[in-house]
């Protein structure tokens, strides 16, 4: 049999080969450092993982050129943040207040032009093949992350652990990891007045004691039709799914994590009346409440045309402000340790601005923000050239953001699983965790 | 997810106590070694020997690691157990020892001083192979792996060599001091390597290796011997719980010559609960019962080794069983082989439920169960076969399997291109017309895509190679995909078959129509599909020019007059295509019986054996003498007893999952299970643009708006492999079920079946068998009964009746079939 893992070797063991072969004492200890970090991990971070769709401005928001010519520039200006020497843009006031809880990475690359693929990418930490994916939803040919800690957890609750919200992301799927790894999807847009998640609650009409007769009906007729004993694989399978459900439909406080009416006003007003406010909103509530992966679509940010207008009237004020209050909610609640927050985007935008005062795709370097989970705090990594437009320090591939994540979620993103033709997959695509940004 | 690996994990729960010690080997008659003789050419060569014992009773018993081996001469060779190393040239003779038998083999070995040169593609490469270097997960990944690439399983020699010997620098290799070679340090962990130590200093892959590195890194001789093939011993086996078996791996070279590589190839089983396979081809066989297939891989050639292992609780004497049909002697002869008695056969309604689910994708109306259970005509089974193959959901249900092979995308093709696809093929469903008509109708399609429906089968691949790995797929079974990029890893194919199949299409030309419309739809355009003439395709890695030829068919040559794909088509088609009749067959049985005999049902290959080869060669060899009818060849599936057989599993067949000793249950696929839903309440589906009572197993278009649809999973059709379907359970799904106001509404409708039949008055029995017979296609059964009073006692009957429907609808038998 040909070896599964290429990593096969324990820990231990690598240690000693490393000693053997004459590391320098300063390697050895940084070595034994990141390993020990990899057993003591805290298992018990959850993420909430917002996906700006179309492809974020990165030097009109996160990696501001002051110095550029202003056909590069634009039109916004440097403002101080609570980190000193970290500068952001000033369209975004709210959060330059907690850039000392954030990890800025302004050194994110992978060179795919292409929305679909972006998205694929930047959801997978993997690089698809050819091919249109930007038709539908769940093309992924690799797990999402949310799908890949779905796989790797087993936190029994009544909550699904991977939700995502206000729709299905479209490359949110689990691949070969099938159906039990999909995202639970809420389908609705949690700041309209009518929101509500659909068929976790019984259908208008059907009274909380007809259920409960119908429920133990049901029990009473499966078990009369055929023994559990007999019952095949798929059966049972399905038994446990519907435990799950009825666990989720009668467990009050997962319900409850679904209830935004129970958060007080000023708590809703300050993340934003807005789908994406609201969604980081319910994102906090979900992991509370035990969900271990929350995915939450912000769109559509493909700035061709009018880019700084549309960013300052239109797209950044609801981020500004959801962005800032989750990660003040959530270190206010002694959650922000525990719970990592992602916001990713498939690419950056051109350096010079078109003539539609538009920018268009560039995915050679851009920025993501990730917050808690372990993470430093008030960090920026990586750096581009005084246009934006290359990296000139730290690049950071798709896989190693990847694998950050998972190991930020206590997850080895060496993990290698296989596809239903055997072939091994590694979870990360071979990506290594950014060490750098960790506590 | 856990929960489901845990499903699995109870599979293979033990049959009996699990025990220290292997079984007592029983008394042998004879033994039997492999080789006969042994050639040892060169210093490195050794050679696995293979000792088989027969039984008093005639069985064959692996014994190779039982016996004892001596040599006539230990300054010639050396025997470290079974495995023969030389050690000086010369003749000598091994004495083999087990009780009181022996055997004799002569051993020559030469050149064992003057070793030839080391071989880079017929030494090194199966090295790199052996010791995982070069492994999908490991340098052998597109990426490489820490900026060091070789080719997958070492499907290119030549980038290897180059890999080792000229890149980076030349850093790999130190020809001044080949100890020093990074290619030496780093699997031998002298320096760092993030693979782990994986070769022993000194061991005889090391000296390979530091032999190679001394001899200045030849390439080896360009016209020297290749391989030809793989041979495995034994090719078949039965074996015990807890039992051993080694096995013989002999590479065959081009000039006749014979090399062990037992130690060298690579094993895989595919059942390794059953059948363990470990480095060096020995295998152990677990304490589950069941089949394994062990594929060797060995450059690129690869061999398949199949282990039965019986029941060991089997019952004595084995029952005579009825048969119903041909099918029936094959699967017995089988479950006999491995000590499984089959179930019963399930009753009328049941066996009725299934028909109307497997042929039609639909339930029967309550009056198609009454009178098919008042008929007391003998033979009535068959009678009801005939006339249920007759009616035309065949058409809409089998159009609908289809389109989900062929890629019937609306995304793809536009709404005119998906629509006309799907229309062509269903109406060569509903005409019956011989399969291999209409393939090959397909495969030569050329037109408009707006009136010629089949060419749209060519619009949903967006290049050559595509269409390459859909007709591999689709009509033969080969998954050629692997091989578009790198040798296939568990077959021989390669780039060349890969190219030698796209060349058919190489010269397929889409030309836009103009439009009529100023908005044009997404891909809603008109294209005119053509081939424009044969054009054989370069291979990406050398650009040599592959004339285009069918996998393991013929070359076409350098110039073809037309459409090369006739030429395709023609050998498609053939009677003895090997794979076209066997892949529809295989279709055909996963699709009635639930599971194929070959999984997954599109993966026909020698190293991926069908669960029951004769039965399958059987039903391809039918399929051709009945002139491709599929509806013949159905008709012999579902007379079959082994078809009617009950899903309850009997002590002997409850853990059996391939081998059809007992109707595997699953769950209605998403159209079959929401179209089941509005018949059974009586309420037919609204689905926007279709008029009212269409039926989800009549659409043409997969992204029809759908919650339902897209919560049970139907199909992405994206790629060609049946996989595009899930059938896992969610909590979406489970949730839907209980509490979508959609169903609620279908159940409590005014137009609705319990609504209707409050209207004609019906008592409270009426009303509980009428809703029996059409959710669950029985009459009112003791334990529906008793539930159904449970909840009309509770509330007023209306209510009551719907809440015995939904508790219907919501039942593992509603759910799934059985």
Not at chain 2, 414 to 426: I, K, S
């Amino acid at each position: 049999m040909m070896p599964k893992f290429c990593d096969g070797i324990d820990r231990r063991g690598f240690l000693r080969v490393g000693s053997l072969a004459g590391l320098s004492l300063a390697q050895f200890f940084r070595l034994q450092a990141a390993l020990g970090a990899e057993n003591t991990r805290r298992r018990d971070v959850n993420c909430i993982f917002i996906f700006t769709i179309g492809g974020m401005a990165h030097q009109d928001m996160w990696d501001y050129k002051p110095d550029a010519p202003a056909e590069i520039r634009g039109d916004f200006r440097a403002i101080q943040t609570s980190v000193p020497g970290v500068h952001l843009t000033d369209i975004l006031p709210h959060t330059a207040r907690v850039t000392d809880k954030l990890a800025i990475v302004r050194s994110m690359t992978h060179g795919d032009s292409d929305h679909g693929r972006g998205y694929h990418i930047m959801m997978t930490g993997n690089r698809p093949g050819a091919g249109d994916f930007n038709a539908h939803k769940n093309n992924n040919v690799h797990p999402s992350l949310g799908s890949m800690v779905a796989r790797m957890t087993n936190r029994g609750g009544a909550l699904p652990p991977y939700i995502s919200v206000p729709s299905f992301l479209r490359s949110g799927g689990p691949a070969f990891l099938g159906a039990s790894c999909a995202p639970f999807v809420i389908e609705s847009n949690p700041a309209a007045p009518d929101f509500g998640v659909r068929d976790v609650v019984l259908p208008e009409g059907i009274t909380g004691e007809r259920a409960q007769n119908r429920q133990a009906a049901l029990r009473t007729l499966n078990s009369y039709q055929r023994s559990v004993e007999d019952a095949s694989r798929d059966e049972r399978s399905l038994d446990r799914f519907y435990e799950r459900s009825y666990r989720l439909m009668t467990s009050a406080s997962a319900r409850a994590a679904f209830d935004l009416r129970r958060e007080r006003g000023p708590v809703r007003e300050s993340y934003g009346m807005t789908s994406l406010g609201q969604c980081c909103l319910l994102g906090r509530r979900l992991v509370e409440a035990g969900c271990r992966f929350v995915t939450i679509e912000n769109g559509h940010w493909d700035t061709h045309r009018e880019n700084a207008r549309s960013l300052r009237d239109l797209l950044v004020p609801s981020l500004d402000r959801a962005l800032s209050t989750l990660v003040t909610d959530l270190d206010e609640r002694g959650l922000l340790d525990s719970t990592l927050v992602v916001l990713a985007t498939e690419f950056g935008r051109t350096p010079r601005i078109n003539n539609l005062a538009g920018r268009d795709h560039w995915p050679q370097a851009f920025s993501i923000v990730m917050a808690g989970g372990g993470l430093r705090r008030g960090v920026v990594l990586g750096a581009t050239d005084r246009i934006a437009a290359s990296i000139t320090d730290r690049p950071i591939t798709p896989p190693d953001f990847a694998a950050t994540v998972l190991y930020a979620l206590g997850i080895d993103p060496s993990t290698t699983l296989h596809t239903p033709l055997g072939r091994p997959v590694e979870l990360a695509s071979g990506g290594r965790a950014v060490m750098e940004l960790f506590a | 997810m856990t929960s489901f690996l845990v499903g699995i994990i109870a599979l293979t729960a033990p049959l009996a106590a699990s025990e220290k010690s292997p079984p007592p080997l029983p008394p042998l008659q004879s033994i039997r070694v492999e080789p006969s003789q042994v050639q040892l050419h060169g210093s490195n060569r050794q050679q696995q020997l293979l000792v088989t014992g027969t039984s008093q009773s005639g069985q064959a018993v692996d014994v190779t690691h039982l016996c004892e081996v001596t040599s006539s001469n230990s300054s010639v060779v050396a025997g470290r157990a079974s495995r023969l190393q030389g050690v000086g040239d010369g003749t000598a003779t091994v004495q083999v020892h087990i009780g009181k038998l022996t055997a004799a083999v002569p051993v020559t070995v030469r050149d064992f001083t003057n070793p030839p040169p080391v071989h880079f593609g017929n030494d090194v490469v199966p090295l790199l192979s052996k010791l995982g270097c070069n492994s999908g997960g490991c340098h052998g990944k597109a990426s490489g792996q820490n900026g060091f690439k070789l080719s997958v399983f070492g499907f290119d020699p030549e980038a290897d060599y180059n890999a080792i010997v000229k890149e980076a620098r030349g850093r790999r290799i130190f020809p001044a001091s080949p100890e020093q070679s990074l290619i030496l340090l780093k699997p031998t962990g002298r320096v760092p390597h993030g693979g782990g130590r994986r070769l022993e200093a000194g061991s005889t892959d090391y000296v390979v290796l530091q032999d190679w590195l001394k001899q200045g890194t030849p390439v080896g001789e360009a016209n020297g011997p290749h391989l030809t093939a793989l041979e495995v011993s034994p090719a078949q086996r039965v074996l015990g719980l807890k039992a051993e078996q080694q096995i013989l791996a002999t590479a065959v070279f081009s000039d006749g010559s014979r090399r062990d590589v037992t130690a060298a190839a690579a094993y895989t089983s595919n059942a390794e609960h059953v059948a363990a396979a470990a480095g060096g081809g020995l295998v152990h066989t677990g304490d589950v019962a069941g089949e394994a297939a062990i594929t060797v891989n060995y450059m690129g050639q690869v061999a398949a080794v199949r282990l039965q292992v019986p029941r060991p609780d089997a019952p004595n004497p084995y029952p005579a069983l009825p048969v119903n049909n041909k099918i029936d002697s094959f699967v017995w002869s089988k479950l006999k082989t491995m000590g499984i008695v089959p179930s019963e056969v399930a009753g009328d309604a049941v066996f009725l439920r299934r028909l109307y689910l497997g042929v039609l994708g639909t339930l029967p109306e309550p009056s198609e169960v009454r009178a098919f259970l008042a008929d007391i005509e003998p033979y009535k089974r068959s009678h009801w076969i005939d006339r249920i193959l007759e009616r035309p959901e065949y058409a809409d249900y089998w159009a609908l399997i289809w389109s989900d092979i062929l890629l019937v995308n609306r995304d793809k093709l536009g709404d005119r291109g998906a629509f006309e696809l799907h229309r062509w093929l269903r109406s060569q469903l509903a005409h019956n017309r011989p399969y291999d008509q209409w393939v090959r109708e397909l495969i030569t399609a050329s037109g408009s895509s707006s009136r010629v429906g089949p060419v749209n089968f060519y619009r949903a691949s967006a290049n050559t190679e595509e269409v390459a790995r859909s007709v591999s797929q689709a009509f033969l079974g080969i998954r050629l995909e692997c091989a578009q990029c790198h040798h296939h890893p568990f077959e021989k194919w390669s780039q060349e078959d890969f190219y030698g199949l796209a060349g058919f299409f190489n010269g397929l030309e889409r030309k836009k129509m103009p439009s009529k419309s100023d908005a044009p739809v997404r891909g809603g355009e008109e294209e005119v599909v053509i081939h424009a003439g044969y054009r054989p395709m370069a291979l990406p890695l050398t650009g040599r020019k592959m004339a285009a030829r069918a996998p393991d068919g013929p070359l076409l040559g350098e110039r073809v007059e037309g459409d090369p794909r006739r030429e395709l088509a023609n050998w498609m088609t053939r009677p003895d295509n090997p794979w076209f009749a066997r892949l529809v067959v295989n279709r055909l049985w996963k699709h009635y019986l639930g599971r194929g005999l070959v999984e997954p049902e599109d993966d026909l290959r020698s190293t991926n054996p069908a669960t029951n080869e004769p039965l399958l060669d059987y039903l391809a060899a039918t399929l051709v003498k009945e002139n491709f009818d599929l509806k013949a060849l159905t008709r012999i599936i579902l007379n079959s007893r082994t078809y009617q057989l009950s899903s309850t599993p009997n002590a002997s067949n409850r853990d059996d999952e391939q081998l059809g000793s007992h109707f595997r249950v699953r769950r209605l696929p998403a159209e079959v299970l929401l179209d089941a839903i509005s018949k059974a309440t009586g309420e037919p589906e609204a689905f926007p643009g279709r008029p009212r009572g269409a039926r989800a197993i009549e659409l043409w278009d997969n992204r029809m708006p759908s919650y339902f649809l897209d919560v049970f999973g139907r199909s992405e059709r994206l790629t060609p492999c049946a996989c595009g379907r899930s059938s896992e359970p969610t909590m979406a799904q489970c949730l839907h079920l209980m509490n979508a106001p959609e169903i609620e509404r279908k159940i409590a409708a005014p137009t609705g079946r319990i609504a209707r039949l409050l209207k004609e008055n019906a008592t409270d029995d009426q009303l509980v068998e009428e809703l029996c017979l059409a959710a669950l296609g029985h009459p009112v059964g003791e334990s529906e009964r008793r539930v159904a009073r449970q909840l009309f006692d509770a509330v007023p009957r209306q209510q009551a009746a719907q809440d015995f429907l939904w508790v219907l609808l919501n039942s593992h038998e509603f759910l799934f079939v059985r």
